[in-house]
């Protein structure tokens, strides 16, 4: 970029001019005045003198970076600001965009919190042209002045922001105190709900542990249901294993440890279970229907834990075992982990699951010594055309002529009910095709 013609002669200069360029380069205007004392000292031309300021850094645009402040109820609100702005101007910056004194608000970036020593904006974005901040504003200037004050700290338990809960703690905020219907109906909350409700429902563990120790009553209810309740109904381990801990536990009455220990069964949460049944007493296993019920539904971890637990893995509150309506349903998980605690393996769980072509089922029960006859499985897997049962039957040595009980075999089953393959496969096995009685329409017989 130099002139050549002139290089020779202006080295002296050129180099003084390059070393003014190092060391100024932020100060573009600085340059153009060092190069005109330049031109007129040493006589350089004009054109020298653009080459100069040509060759120093251009004077950069400070980039901006967007901000989105997102508020503890879940609102997101937009900012801009230099790239350059330290964490302290930024902060500035929000608190008087959002009218929220200083000493109210908590800024963070993760699980870091951004105070006056964390380095410049540019640098928390992490080379990003977007920078999220988690922002945890005090009672009454959550959103400004948005949120109804009695709802802050029930609104900050729910969404987990524990330093806003601790604020407002310190502040003497009630935890006691329940949500507002506007704050129910907006995040769905029961009537009577309190902090401890609304932590413990989404399974803020740090939340809880604050509220508990602050004296919150831990088995309030809210619409009949404690907070130990809803976090086993979440399937918040931690968080029942905290209130357990501190207390909710020992203190709730019998009827509530029930309903605690039915909600963590019915949605499958094993570890749970398990927690409630270790602090006893052991007559919650033996809970009339619950064992039955969760093997319909097919959460074998919760009754490999009731089995544990000294459960009658053969009572049958409504006549039909729990293993039968395992099968039924096809949990072959759950019908080998009753097996395993000694469930007594009768006729009908065998012909419930070949009624409904539960291959896995079927082949796990044969090869745990069902009766291959009682209830006359092959004839029930036939009529419904579940070839693929019939055959593991006959390999475990059912007899395919048997018959039901009105004298009816699989093989005249099948052709009434037009189930071709499986017609092909008895007769491929000799099925005798004049034993049992024909069959004109469904449900007769000749």
Do not use: Y
Not at 204 to 209: C, K, N, P, S
Not at 311 to 323: K, Q, S
Request: hydrophobic share 45%.
């Amino acid at each position: 970029r130099w002139s050549r013609s002139r290089q020779g002669r202006s080295r002296g200069a050129a180099d003084a001019a390059a070393r003014v360029v190092d060391a100024c380069a932020a100060d573009v205007r600085v340059l153009a005045e060092f190069c005109k004392r330049v031109k007129a000292k040493a006589a350089i031309d004009e054109h020298f003198a653009r080459s100069v300021v040509d060759c120093a850094p251009k004077e950069a645009e400070i980039a901006t970076m967007t901000v989105f402040v997102h508020f503890l109820s879940g609102n997101v609100k937009e900012t801009v600001c230099p790239a350059t702005w330290s964490s302290a101007q930024l902060r500035q910056h929000i608190t008087e965009l959002f009218a929220v004194p200083d000493t109210e608000i908590k800024l963070r970036r993760g699980s870091a919190v951004i105070d006056d020593a964390t380095s410049n904006v540019e640098a928390l974005a992490c080379g990003s042209m977007r920078l999220d901040l988690q922002a945890v504003l005090q009672w009454r200037f959550a959103e400004g002045a948005a949120t109804n004050p009695e709802d802050a700290l029930i609104e900050a338990a729910g969404w987990g922001h524990v330093d806003s809960v601790k604020r407002l703690l310190a502040l003497e905020a009630n935890p006691r105190t329940e949500a507002t219907p506007e704050l129910r109906q907006r995040r769905g909350l029961n009537e009577g709900s309190t902090a401890l409700h609304a932590a413990a429902r989404e399974g803020r563990e740090e939340a809880v542990d604050a509220l508990a120790k602050a004296c919150a009553n831990l088995n309030s209810k809210a619409n009949g249901i404690t907070a130990l309740e809803l976090a086993a109904k979440g399937g918040h381990a931690a968080v029942v294993d905290l209130l357990v801990e501190a207390g909710a536990w020992d203190s709730i009455e019998d009827s509530d440890q029930l309903d605690a220990l039915e909600w963590a069964a019915d949605g499958g949460h094993a570890e749970i279970v398990r927690l409630l049944l270790a602090r006893g007493p052991t007559e919650l296993a033996q809970h009339l229907f619950l064992l039955a019920r969760v093997a319909e539904a097919g959460h074998t971890g919760v009754v490999e834990a009731l089995a544990e637990a000294g459960a009658d893995v053969d009572r049958a509150p409504d006549g039909i075992p729990a293993l039968s309506l395992a099968a039924e349903e096809g949990h072959a998980a759950v019908v080998e982990a009753l097996v395993k605690a000694g469930a007594r393996i009768d006729e009908t769980a065998l012909q419930g699951a070949a009624e409904a072509g539960h291959l896995a089922v079927v082949q796990l029960l044969a090869a745990r010594g069902a009766d291959l006859e009682a209830g006359s499985p092959v004839v029930e897997a036939a009529r419904r055309g579940h070839v693929a049962v019939v055959e593991a039957l006959a390999e475990a040595g059912a007899d395919i002529d048997a018959e039901d009980d009105r004298g009816r075999t699989a093989l005249r089953w099948a052709a009434f009910e037009g189930h071709s393959a499986v017609v092909q496969l008895l007769a491929a096995r000799g099925a005798d095709s004049e034993a049992g009685s024909p069959i004109t329409e469904a449900g007769s017989s000749d």
